[in-house]
Each structure stands twice: as C-alpha cells, then as structure tokens.
C-alpha cells in the first residue's frame, strides 16, 4: 500500500452504520474500493485515491474504515461469506455421490469463485508476504474446512483439528495449488484445478486408511 496508516496495528475493523443514508456512503466506499483494488492491484490501493475517486473527503471514509486495512478486510469478510455459502450447498446434495466427486465439486465452486471475482483473488491469493493475505488465508482454511469436515463426516470420516489439524491441512493443500496457478498465470487454470482436487482427494485417502475406513463401506 502506498499510504502511511497501512500498519499492521491500526484499527482493522469497520464501523458499519445504523442509518440508511449511512449504509449507502458504507457500500458505495466498498465499491469503489474493490474497483481500485481490482484496477491497480493491492500494492496500490490507498484512502487518498479512493477519496478522489469518490470525490469525498478523506475523512468521510476514515468515519466508517479507520484504516485501509478496516476496508481489505471487509471486502475479505463479504467474499469469505459468499464463497461458503457456494460450498455449504454442496451438503444439501452429496447423496449417492462418492465422496472423491465432493472434493472436486469443491474444487469446482472454490476456482469458479476465484476466477470470476478478480477482487477476491488478489485479496486472497495474491500477495503472500501481506498481512491481509495471511489473515485472510487463515480465515479461509478455517471457513472451507468446517464445510469439508461436515461433508466427510457424512460418510464416517473424522478428521482431527489438532496435531495435525487435518482440516486445516487439506484446504491448506487445495489452496496452496489455487495460489500457485494465481501467481503464475493471475488465474486458475484447469491444470490447477485438478492438481486442487487431487492434493485434497491423496491427503483424505490417507486420513481413511488411517483410520481403517473405505470410501465404498462409509454412509
């Protein structure tokens, strides 16, 4: 960021208003911001630009997002949202299926989102080494995993959430090859995709095994 407040210690929450004029200024801010963030990537997005491209006064942002990082991280939160809200969908028709087709439906809906809500990739997938990506890849793992523990639970299969937290390491594997694919080619390929699916698909074979569960005898 080029701005002098991007410091991991400011104030990283928003204040959504009460009032309904207050909730329109709120929104068209995040607007405007994932427009910024989409045109000029994360390194760029600053409160002055923004500010100008409202035609607002600094200040007036600052009312509702005492930060940059107040903004990233809402914007981060809305995207987190949606993107498992698509994924607990899955859980509503995972009957019949083998489990191995869930984990790509997974995959699917994870790379469907990323591609088609540049917004979220950047602030997700890309720029690893900033202190939004890293908390937003935490909340990521910790969101996409609750819904792939429940999916496995479905068909008996436990996956522990400590030493090691088996949720956390199969959507760490999956995302992993999503933010390769996002770095080298500023999207996710089909390649990456399946390499997504598969990572997950190897892990949890091996958490079954362990557990002397088979895909075919789980209901």
């Not at 210690?9 to 405007?32: D, K, M, N, T, V």
């Not at 000029?40 to 509702?64: D, V």
């Not at 995959?107 to 939004?132: M, P, Q, R, W």
């Amino acid at each position: 960021m080029t701005e002098t407040t991007a410091i991991t210690s400011a104030p990283s929450a928003a204040r959504p208003p009460q009032q309904a004029r207050g909730r329109q200024r709120f929104e068209r801010i995040l607007e405007a911001a994932e427009a910024q963030l989409i045109q000029g990537g994360l390194s760029s997005f600053s409160i002055p630009e923004l500010a100008s491209s409202l035609n607002c006064t600094r200040t007036s942002i600052y009312h509702f997002f005492p930060s940059p990082y107040a903004i990233l991280n809402e914007l981060t939160r809305r995207h987190l949202i949606t993107l498992e809200e698509e994924v607990e969908k899955l859980s509503y028709a995972i009957e019949g299926k083998p489990w191995q087709q869930v984990i790509s439906e997974v995959a699917d809906i994870v790379t469907n989102y990323y591609n088609h809500h540049k917004g979220a990739g950047i602030l997700i997938l890309g720029s690893v080494a900033s202190h939004e990506s890293h908390q937003a890849l935490h909340l990521t793992i910790s969101h996409i995993g609750r819904h792939v523990d429940t999916l496995m639970r479905a068909i008996g299969v436990t996956l522990a959430d400590e030493n090691p937290d088996a949720k956390a390491l199969v959507v760490e594997l999956g995302t992993a090859c999503l933010r390769l694919s996002y770095f080298l080619h500023g999207e996710i390929t089909p390649a990456y995709r399946r390499e997504c699916a598969a990572a997950m698909i190897a892990y949890l074979e091996r958490i079954i095994a362990a557990q002397q569960i088979t895909p075919n005898s789980a209901h």
